[in-house]
């Protein structure tokens, strides 16, 4: 990987590509002599470009999806105003410039040499693109997008026609992948050009649309068809590498965290209080502790310095609740929801991310300082569709026929989870990995699991469950529990905001500003609370009910 990425450096190095020369509010219609263009790109020049964008983008909107459902931390006591739309203007332009645009570009190319692979494989990535933008933003421009000159202001489409322009691209990308290519593709980062694994990622990205859209029947008839990610090893992720500079291809949130100046992030207080209060054997691999206490907890003071919220009190709605507020036991030092105070020198205290999924430090009691290099040196991965999620997707369903037909498909997906979650350990040389979970430690876990499930009080209670161990298995890519969250409301006891009035919560996000400011048909929202075409749920506030 990182031998492919060193290439890859010299591709870009040498201005075959610029992939953010048209973020501006003005259109250059002039041909850039730097751009890769059908005349004088090479074809795989373009996938390997469209590749690395679009793990990037899932990566980054992952991220934002996991800060709203409280797998990550989010910093803001407003939900209207947390996610400004110029932070959005990356995304854009990586979704149509450098993927979509590329895409399109690349397939005159490829249609002249017959390389159904790399086509195959572009549709399918441009399905999840096109979609994510749908699940994210609501109404997005498709069928008239990269048609300039002749349409310099297209028209958003309704996100039912573009889920429907998905499905009918992945049945043309399987079609493609069975078409027999010229060529293989020169760098499949993502399945090593094993093209059946690429059919199943297609299948199961049917499988999530599906579900959004309640079209039960066509989720079960794929699963009857077993063409689909159902173990780990067809997992559809990103391999990052270890470089620093020239290019960077560490995991984005190794490169945030892992400083000499330490981490810069904060962990969710939520995840780490509900994964350490059940002896989650993945609580050691999804973070590092640098610190053995936290100032409030154990017996240690509270320090106004390091920690300004251990000397005050609990909002009135966090103790009503028993929300944990500020300060965790065992030294899992966070944030809660929506904690908007300002940064104190706490980088080389607080939690920072672990060995999963970005390949930094396995937390093994040595509570030593975080620095540059340290760990897995962000050898990490990016989780797009994961065998472990299907299994939460077919309890979902199941519950059609009763919550209790849930069970053996969620007890699954956890099972899955933690043995990839476990060989993540090996990826920092230097842990001590006496402290990693044993098989009974596992079996204890899962055991407990099961055995809450059944002592549930209420169908209510089940479902919590289920959702909570969802949103744990997707560290690392909080697409599907924004998803989940919206589609189901559950968890409903999740942790609330600190702010006891946030707003509604987001049921969608504002479009990026350049894409509102520079298209005269795509109108900016007036609030967040515009809901996806599927979410035909109740409005917010009522509804996620944990908000």
Same mark, same amino acid.
């Given at each position: *990987?990182?031998?492919?990425?060193?290439?890859?450096?010299?591709?870009?190095?040498?201005?075959?590509?610029?992939?953010?020369?048209?973020?501006?509010?003005?259109?250059?219609?002039?041909?850039?002599?730097?751009?890769?263009?059908?005349?004088?790109?090479? $074809?795989?020049?373009?996938?390997?470009?469209?590749?690395?964008?679009?793990?990037?983008?899932?990566?980054?909107?992952?991220?934002?999806?996991?800060?709203?459902?409280?797998?990550?931390?989010?910093?803001?006591?407003?939900?209207?105003?947390?996610?400004?739309?110029?932070?959005?203007?990356?995304?854009?332009?990586?979704?149509?410039?450098?993927?979509?645009?590329?895409?399109?570009?690349?397939?005159?190319?490829?249609?002249?040499? @017959?390389?159904?692979?790399?086509? &195959?494989?572009?549709? =399918?990535?441009?399905? #999840? +693109?096109?979609?994510?933008? $749908?699940?994210?933003?609501?109404?997005?421009?498709?069928?008239?997008?990269?048609?300039?000159?002749?349409?310099?202001?297209?028209?958003?489409?309704?996100?039912?026609?573009?889920?429907?322009?998905?499905?009918?691209?992945?049945?043309?990308?399987?079609?493609?992948?069975?078409?027999?290519?010229?060529?293989? *593709?020169?760098?499949?980062?993502?399945?090593?050009?094993?093209? &059946?694994?690429?059919?199943?990622?297609?299948?199961?990205?049917?499988?999530?649309?599906?579900?959004?859209?309640?079209?039960?029947?066509?989720?079960?008839?794929?699963?009857?068809?077993?063409?689909?990610?159902?173990?780990?090893?067809?997992?559809?992720?990103?391999?990052?590498?270890?470089?620093?500079?020239?290019?960077?291809?560490?995991?984005?949130?190794?490169?945030?965290?892992?400083?000499?100046?330490?981490?810069?992030?904060?962990?969710?207080?939520?995840?780490?209080?509900?994964?350490? +209060?059940?002896?989650?054997?993945?609580?050691?691999?999804?973070?590092?502790?640098?610190?053995?206490?936290?100032?409030?907890?154990? &017996?240690?003071?509270?320090?106004?310095?390091?920690?300004?919220?251990?000397?005050?009190?609990?909002?009135?709605?966090?103790?009503? /609740?028993?929300?944990?507020?500020?300060?965790? !036991?065992?030294?899992?030092?966070?944030?809660?929801?929506?904690?908007?105070?300002?940064?104190?020198?706490?980088?080389?205290?607080?939690?920072?991310?672990?060995?999963? !999924?970005?390949?930094?430090? #396995?937390?093994?009691?040595?509570?030593?300082?975080?620095?540059? /290099?340290?760990?897995?040196?962000?050898?990490?991965?990016?989780?797009?569709?994961?065998?472990?999620?299907?299994?939460?997707?077919?309890?979902?369903?199941?519950? %059609?026929?009763?919550?209790?037909?849930?069970?053996?498909?969620?007890?699954?997906? =956890?099972?899955?989870?933690?043995?990839? $979650?476990?060989?993540?350990?090996?990826?920092?040389?230097?842990?001590?990995?006496?402290?990693?979970?044993? %098989?009974?430690? $596992?079996?204890?876990?899962?055991?407990?699991?099961?055995?809450?499930?059944?002592?549930?009080?209420? @169908?209510?209670?089940?479902?919590?469950?289920?959702?909570?161990?969802?949103?744990?298995?997707?560290?690392?890519?909080? =697409?599907?529990?924004?998803?989940?969250?919206?589609?189901?409301?559950?968890?409903?006891?999740?942790?609330?905001?600190?702010?006891?009035? !946030?707003?509604?919560?987001?049921?969608? #996000?504002?479009?990026?500003?350049?894409?509102?400011?520079?298209?005269?048909?795509?109108?900016?929202?007036?609030?967040?609370?515009?809901?996806?075409?599927? @979410?035909?749920?109740?409005?917010?506030?009522?509804?996620?009910?944990?908000?």
């Amino acid at each position: *990987m990182k031998k492919i990425f060193k290439y890859l450096f010299f591709v870009f190095a040498g201005g075959a590509l610029l992939l953010n020369s048209c973020e501006t509010a003005e259109l250059d219609l002039t041909d850039n002599p730097n751009a890769l263009t059908p005349s004088s790109a090479d $074809v795989n020049f373009y996938m390997n470009a469209i590749q690395e964008d679009f793990a990037r983008l899932v990566e980054s909107l992952g991220e934002t999806h996991a800060e709203v459902t409280r797998i990550e931390n989010m910093n803001s006591r407003d939900y209207q105003n947390a996610y400004s739309p110029a932070g959005f203007d990356g995304n854009w332009t990586s979704a149509y410039q450098g993927i979509l645009q590329n895409l399109k570009d690349m397939n005159v190319l490829a249609a002249e040499a @017959d390389l159904t692979n790399h086509i &195959g494989v572009g549709q =399918i990535i441009e399905a #999840f +693109t096109i979609t994510l933008l $749908v699940d994210t933003f609501g109404n997005v421009p498709y069928s008239q997008a990269l048609q300039a000159p002749e349409v310099l202001n297209p028209t958003p489409d309704n996100g039912a026609d573009v889920y429907a322009a998905a499905l009918a691209l992945l049945d043309e990308a399987i079609a493609n992948l069975n078409a027999g290519s010229s060529a293989t *593709m020169q760098n499949d980062f993502f399945y090593g050009n094993n093209y &059946g694994k690429w059919t199943k990622a297609a299948n199961t990205l049917k499988l999530k649309l599906y579900l959004n859209t309640g079209n039960t029947a066509g989720f079960n008839s794929i699963i009857a068809g077993g063409d689909y990610i159902a173990d780990s090893a067809d997992d559809w992720q990103f391999q990052w590498g270890t470089n620093s500079v020239q290019p960077d291809t560490r995991h984005p949130n190794y490169g945030q965290n892992y400083t000499v100046t330490g981490g810069g992030d904060y962990q969710s207080i939520w995840l780490m209080n509900m994964m350490d +209060t059940s002896d989650d054997p993945r609580i050691r691999y999804y973070f590092y502790r640098q610190n053995a206490t936290v100032p409030g907890s154990d &017996g240690t003071d509270p320090n106004e310095e390091t920690l300004d919220c251990s000397l005050q009190a609990p909002p009135a709605h966090y103790a009503a /609740g028993g929300f944990p507020f500020c300060t965790l !036991p065992n030294g899992y030092w966070g944030r809660n929801h929506g904690n908007d105070a300002g940064i104190p020198p706490d980088g080389l205290l607080r939690v920072a991310p672990g060995v999963y !999924p970005q390949a930094g430090q #396995f937390d093994d009691s040595s509570f030593g300082e975080i620095s540059l /290099g340290t760990g897995g040196g962000g050898n990490g991965i990016t989780p797009i569709l994961l065998a472990s999620t299907v299994n939460f997707w077919q309890a979902e369903v199941a519950t %059609a026929g009763g919550v209790a037909a849930a069970k053996p498909f969620m007890i699954e997906g =956890i099972t899955k989870s933690i043995a990839k $979650v476990m060989t993540f350990g090996s990826k920092d040389a230097g842990a001590d990995m006496s402290l990693a979970p044993d %098989a009974a430690a $596992v079996d204890a876990y899962i055991a407990a699991v099961d055995a809450a499930f059944d002592a549930a009080a209420t @169908d209510e209670d089940r479902l919590n469950i289920w959702a909570e161990q969802f949103f744990i298995s997707l560290k690392g890519n909080g =697409i599907d529990a924004y998803n989940a969250y919206r589609r189901t409301g559950f968890p409903t006891n999740i942790e609330p905001n600190l702010e006891l009035n !946030p707003g509604a919560f987001i049921r969608s #996000f504002f479009y990026p500003a350049n894409a509102s400011s520079t298209n005269s048909n795509i109108q900016q929202k007036s609030t967040v609370t515009e809901q996806v075409f599927w @979410d035909t749920n109740p409005a917010s506030p009522a509804f996620p009910v944990g908000n």
